[in-house]
Every structure is written in C-alpha cells, then in structure tokens.
C-alpha cells in the first residue's frame, strides 16, 4: 500500500455559478491568462485624470485573481488569474489570507461577504503518480470532508459528484491516471444555489435569523446558513485529510470493540471487524491478527483465518480480558485506554490498521417505570450512576474548518477540569475530527450525541435525500464507534418538539417530514453498526446485564432549559463554585453529588439542569442526573 497526500497549496479561483463542470478548460486557461490592464471610457482621455489618478492608472494590473463586489451589489470575479489556498481548508480563509475580504466576525463583513455563496470555487493540484501506484488493484481518492456541491475532474474527465459533507469521499480513480504528471480539479460551491426555490417543507423552517431556509436539502452544517446565536457565514471548502491511496490484497476498512459485561476483575468483550478485499471477482484466504495493548504490554493477541470475497467481508470474536482495567468518566475513576492494533495478510501482502485507544466499560441507560408513573433518564457506567455535568457543545468557530487540533484538546480539558462529565453534541453543528473525540475519550467526558438535523422538517420524500441520510448514519456511526467517551445517539435537535408544539392546527403539516430519517434509518444503522448499550432490567444495582443493541433516541426535547455562550463554543469560566465541585467517589453506586446545581422537571418529557449558586459555566443538561425523574414516555 502508498498513500499520497494532497494537503498543501493548490490553486483557487471563483466563477459564476453558471460556469460549470464541464467548462473547467475556460477556467484552466483563466487561471494561466495575462492579467488585463484597466482601460478608459470612451468620453475620458488620460490627460483629464489628475496625476494621482493617472498613477493608479497606468500601474500594472494586478496579476492575481481578485472580485469586485461595488458593481450593483454583485461579485464580478476577475477575468484571470488565480490566488493560493492552502488545503484542508476553507474559501473565505484562502480569500481572507490573499486580502480580498477582511475577517468576517470584524465590523459588519459578514454582511458584505455573502456573495461568497454566489460564485463557484475552483481548485487546481498537480500530483505525480508511479508506476508502482498505478500497479495495485486499486488507486482510490479519499476526502474526508467536502463542504458541499463537489465535482471532481482528473485529467479532463469527469470523475465523480458529491453533495455530503456529513460522508466522506471515496472513489477509484485509477482508470483516470497515468505515470507522470496529473492533474485534480474540483469544483465547489456553498450548496445554496440548488435550491433556491421556496417550497412547502422549507418554509417549516423559516427564521430571522437564517439567510436560505433550504438549508434542510444540504447536507452539511446547519447552522452556516445563520442561527440565534450566530451570523450566517456561508461555508465552502475541502476539510481534514485528502489523499490518493493506492493498496492490493485486504485491509482492515472498520473495527471496534465491544464490552459485553463485567465479572469481577474480568470483561467479556467482543471484537468487531470489516475488512475489505481488493480484486473484486476472486476470493481468497485471509490471515487476520489482532491485539490489545495495555501501557506497552500486550494483553490480549487474536487470530483468525479467513476467506474472504471481493469487496466487503465481516469477522467477529467474543473473548474474556483478565483483569481489565476499567475506563471511568471524568471523577469516577482513570480513563485506562488500551491500543487496539489489527493487521492483514492475503496473498502475502501486509496491511496495518491504524491502531486505535479504545475504553472497556460497560454503559446502561435506565428509562425503568417508577411508582408514581414517571420513568428513570439516567447513565450508568460500569455499574456505577452518574451524574451528567456538561455544556451544549457548538462549533468552535463558524468558518468551522479552520478550527485547530489545538483548540479542541483546550476545550475538552477545560471542561474536564470544569468536572464536566457529558458534552451534549448539537444537532445544527458537525461530526467534529477525530481528535475531538480522542480528547474526550482521553478526558472521561461523555457525549450525548445529534444526529446533524435541527429545528426543521427534512425531506424524507425524496429518495435521493434519504440515500444522503443512510449513507451519512452508516458512515458516522462506523467512524465512532470505537469511542469509550460515545454514550448515546440522539436523532436531532428540537424536532419531534416542533412537530407537536410549534405550529397550531390550521398550518400544522400533515404530516412528520423527517420521520423516515429518525425514526427508521438512524435507529436501524445506530443498532447494526454502534457500540453496545445496555437496557437492563431493573433488578438491582449490580453490573449490567449482556448487553443488547439499543443505542440511540430518537431525539432531544427543546424544552432543556439552556444557558447560551457568548462564544461559538461552550464557555468555560473557571468559577469557585465550578471548582469547588469534588469528584464522585467510585467505591458506592449509591452515591450522590454534593454539587451546586439544582435539578427540576420542566416538561413532560425532560429534565433540566440549571445552575444555582455563584457559578458562571454555561451549562446544558446532556442528560438527566440519577435524581431526576421523568414522565412516563
């Protein structure tokens, strides 16, 4: 296996919109132009212009691409030229760092920095590709993130469409490469423009503070389009890794571990692989190794002789680890994180799987029936109820791309030293990178996570949106689920809600637009590609029961009250209340927080969490604590 990067400087410019895929000749030619120098008009002569002006006049041109945006509030990009952009990376960042627009939360530029989303953005690499690349079985193009409306263009020939930036990008190029020098286009645009036209679910949506209501057909962050809380800055670009990977033979493609249960010192665990085989018209034998590492020992090897066919293959192992050391939320106990590593070997050709920090820790949601009729909402983590303290977590910053790893391992240790348990993950954000995930598992905190759906109806009557929506379910799902921080799927935000409570009868709709989506194919990917969650009965307080598949709500009731930051991501502020709370002590099940929160039950089907006292954190309830009770759902 190879894998080349395409991460570093590409070449950028803007179109308007009408200039599309299959004019990128026009556009590779504007990009190598000779810049246009200024001429007069017809009644003007040189010798009218003031010397100042006659200066500014007869100056080179300049040679780079640029807009005009004071022509009748319009965006005129320049007939040639292109500037830099660095990749992974955002268009408004490139134009920012080449001096055509200023920062957007500076003044009032996000105003003037909407014709963004009117032109379409074009960017250009050159890449070398072996002899020895173009001899695997497959030379595939992976992007982790395309924000939104993509066409991929390799060497002339088009290669590809994709309108998810919820769901990577993948896909065999090798048919369009040869040796030598290559050349990838792709064309981008916000995804506004494809749907413009107003209609009855859109309208569902309406806000004030939203700049196109059709954000629900994109799939990509809800809240670009504008929120309570935030302006509207239009988003468009390629994010995280982007490379071309080059493999034969058979490769590990997903994987997670399971704990079933605990017995004493002991954890049965089950081991959970997909591995995917290149030549896709012959089987063959797979040797299949695998091991669990604890603090550079290994604790644990597997092997399994497999035959595999083209394409997808599944394996499992159910196996007990002997003395396992348990992961625990923030102040219940260590975060004890073992390396999982696999590896392949078909035909003689190795393949490593990126090794993973994986917890093992059994999880229960309690939901039981109590006597007055009123249910349990509360977590268990190895037996033991905890109190679930967070923040509603938001996207660090609007142009969400350029957020640094950096920032997400400073949030998520402020929270933990906050002695935050539980990050609820809002629905009108995004499926942050991997190493927002790693800090948390790192960390103990917990997250209550959305599905990317909020405060609309989605149009589940449209095949091609529903595709989009499994897709992006199987893809998340798969890609988190090893996580020990992951507690629970939720379906969206404030939906169901909105359905019964936000529209009276005479302009209520007639149906549950959307319902498809969270009440079928979320449920169904969350139970056959997740982690396990126990639902045990209500027998005792001991450890859970085997485990079965339930590992997801179907959403989350508005009626949560909550604290807005004054930031785009949760607020930390570093209170004495907010220190003075003491971590829980692990030796009872039975015990209670002694914390400064005040918890009431404010609407039929939710509990909050408020803060009382001095403290100044901006907190959500992620879920109920163990004293909270619930009306019967």
Known sequence: MSKLSLAGAWKLRGEFMDVT??????????????????TLPAFLKLEDLSEEEQAEFLKDPNPHFHVMTDKANHAFPSKYGFIPMTVPGDVT???????????????????????????????????????????????????????????????????????NAFCAFSEDIKRFLHV?????????????????????????????NAIC???????????????????????????????????????????????????????????????????????AKCELTYTLEFEGKTVYTGKKTLMLVGGVNFAEERVTIKNAKLWWPNGY????????????????????MQPKKIGIRTLELDTSKLEDGSRNFFFKVNGVRIFCKGGNWVPTDSLYLRTPKESYETLVREGAAAHFTMLRMWGGGTYEPDCFYEYCSEYGILLMHDFMYACAFYPDHKNDFLFE?????????????????MAIWTGNNEIAESYTDWFPAPIKPERFYGEKIFNYIQPRTATARSFRICRPRRTSATAPTRANRATYTHGRSSAVTRKRSSSLSMSLRHSTASRRASPVNTASSAHRWKAPFAVTSTAPKCASITPSGSTTASLTASAATSTARLTAI
């Open 93 to 163: 960042t490139a134009l920012i760092e080449n001096g055509i627009v200023e920062e957007p939360f500076l003044k009032e530029n996000t105003k003037k920095n909407q014709w963004i989303k009117d032109l379409s953005w074009w960017l250009v690499r050159d890449f070398d590709v072996t002899e020895e690349m173009l001899n695997e079985d497959i030379v595939r193009l992976n992007i982790e993130m395309l924000d939104f409306n993509a066409d991929i263009i390799v060497n002339g020939m088009p290669a590809a469409h994709h309108e």
């Open 180 to 208: 030598g020098k290559n050349q990838l286009v792709i064309r981008l645009t916000s995804g506004m423009e494809l749907h413009y036209p107003r209609d009855a679910v859109s309208f569902y949506c309406a806000s004030e």
């Open 21 to 38: 895929a299959e004019r990128y000749n026009e556009v590779l030619r504007k990009m190598d132009a000779a810049p246009v120098r200024a």
């Open 213 to 283: 209501d059709q954000r629900v057909y994109t799939r990509k962050p809800q809240f670009t389009y504008g929120w309570d809380w935030c302006q509207p800055v239009p988003t468009c670009g390629i994010g995280r890794s982007i490379e071309i990977e080059a493999f034969s033979g058979a490769q590990v493609i997903a994987s997670r571990v399971d704990t079933l249960k605990l017995d004493g010192d002991d954890a049965e665990v089950e081991f959970h692989f997909e591995i995917e085989k290149s030549d896709m018209v012959s089987s």
């Open 333 to 352: 106990g260590a975060q004890n994180l073992y390396t999982f590593k696999a590896c392949c070997v078909t035909k003689g050709i190795l393949h490593e």
């Open 469 to 485: 929506a499994e897709r992006e379910a199987e893809y998340q799902t798969k890609r988190l689920a090893h996580y020990p921080c």
